[in-house]
């Protein structure tokens, strides 16, 4: 059997008992074979695109990790279209081309698409790929990106992923960390190029990015996307430009299909976040959930894209909410906001720490989905001291209000 039939007979196979049966097959590449089989079934839900095309060969497994998914590679040919607008014929360069996933999607949107990587294995890796994607207009360059600059025609778009990792393999986050570091080339990147896209890591302060770009070429930051997948932030992008100048970032906040949009200029003069003043306990039996929906408060929590952001006064302005303490990251009203960019649901109790309020209030309750923000206990020590099980359709959220009281609000999420 060849290497590719018995990738293919054994891609759903558990790799860690076929790597203890590599005796029995003597005429495979078995590392090869189950670096390939981990990257078939990690690309199931991750890069589905390359999971349907048998042809992709596959990079190492931590690469397969760090690489960007589908979700979040499609967000930037989203945004690489409304960038690019209308014309003819576009050029792009990806100056950090490493597994070739942002690029394998972004390419079909340009004439002429150029991949540069420093490794050969790389290089030899996209070439394979790329031509098993049909993707017969991309070119490979292998080598330095900064070295190759000057020999690349003028772009369209010029994009580039620095590396955030050290020589050592540790982790970095700030942009002048990073391999290559582009804040001294900046000026230079964008004389080559009508507009940069640059990905950084979502640990990333926005406000420091922009400060830090902003410092080594003035007013070129148009817009920055903190990209969160299923509530979780994956990645900063930044689109600068020296056409269509302005002074005003657009900053976006974009979580799965829910996205929420402020400017550099709002944040910067955004007051305090409204703090409700006083938090109307409901009764400490648990109220009819089917009593009407003016009887009783929503809850609101944002998702992690605007958690990252941290334009709670915004979002509280434009969404007429209050919090529940400035820390809290938590809202209240008594409007339904069914198109909220975060969770929504619906209070069917509250109860402060006393012993007896807690037993009447959670009477009945014996699992619930616990969340804890601003609050002295985390979620699993409160999940043992309540003594509930994790899941069902019941949610707790613990915090601390503005005068210092601890209270949990029991919820039902709204759907």
Same mark, same amino acid.
């Given at each position: ?115 540069? =990587? ?30 190759? *600059? ?10 580039? &992923? ?69 509530? =979780? ?54 109220? &009819? ?72 209030? *959670? ?53």
């Amino acid at each position: 059997m060849g290497i590719k039939a018995f990738i293919l007979a054994h891609r759903n196979d558990d790799t860690r008992t076929l790597a203890l049966q590599a005796s029995k097959h003597p005429d495979v590449d078995m590392a090869f074979a189950i670096d390939q089989i981990r990257g078939w079934q990690k690309a199931r839900n991750k890069l589905p695109s390359w999971a349907a095309c048998e042809d992709i060969t596959y990079p190492p497994p931590l690469a397969m990790e760090q690489c960007s998914s589908e979700q979040t590679a499609r967000y930037k040919v989203d945004l690489c279209q409304k960038i690019i607008g209308g014309k003819e014929r576009h050029i792009l360069a990806d100056l950090t081309g490493g597994a070739g996933v942002d690029f394998s999607f972004l390419a079909p949107l340009f004439t002429q698409a150029i991949y540069i =990587e420093r490794q050969d294995t790389l290089c030899q890796l996209a070439r394979h790929n790329l031509c098993a994607l049909g993707l017969d207009h991309a070119e490979v360059r292998e080598g330095d990106a900064i070295a190759l *600059l000057d020999s690349l025609p003028h772009l369209s778009l010029l994009f580039i &992923d620095p590396a955030r990792r050290d020589q050592h393999g540790a982790r970095t986050f700030a942009i002048s960390d990073c391999t290559p570091d582009i804040l001294p080339i900046l000026p230079r990147l964008l004389e080559k190029a009508d507009h940069l896209m640059v990905k950084l890591s979502p640990m990333l302060d926005w406000h420091e990015t922009l400060k830090s770009l902003d410092n080594a070429f003035p007013n070129t930051v148009r817009e920055i996307h903190i990209v969160a997948a299923a509530n =979780e932030c994956k990645e900063l992008l930044v689109w600068l430009s020296t056409h269509h100048g302005n002074t005003n970032t657009v900053v976006c906040c974009a979580n799965d299909q829910q996205t929420f949009i402020t400017d550099s200029e709002t944040e910067q003069h955004a007051g305090s976040t409204p703090c409700i003043n006083e938090i109307p306990l409901v009764p400490t039996r648990i109220i &009819d959930p089917a009593s009407p929906i003016g009887s009783t408060y929503w809850l609101y929590e944002p998702n992690a894209a605007i958690m990252k952001a941290g334009c709670f006064a915004t979002l509280a302005e434009r969404f007429s909410l209050q919090a529940i303490a400035p820390n809290s990251h938590l809202f209240l009203s008594t409007r339904h906001i069914p198109h909220f960019p975060g969770r929504v649901m619906r209070i069917i109790g509250t109860t402060t720490m006393n012993k007896r309020q807690l037993r009447e209030t *959670l009477k009945g309750i014996t699992k619930a989905n616990i969340t804890t923000r601003n609050f002295p206990l985390t979620a699993d020590q409160l999940r043992k001291r309540l003594r509930l099980a994790d899941g069902g359709d019941t949610y707790l959220f613990a915090t601390t209000t503005s005068d210092k009281q601890h209270l949990i609000f029991i919820c039902k999420k709204e759907l």
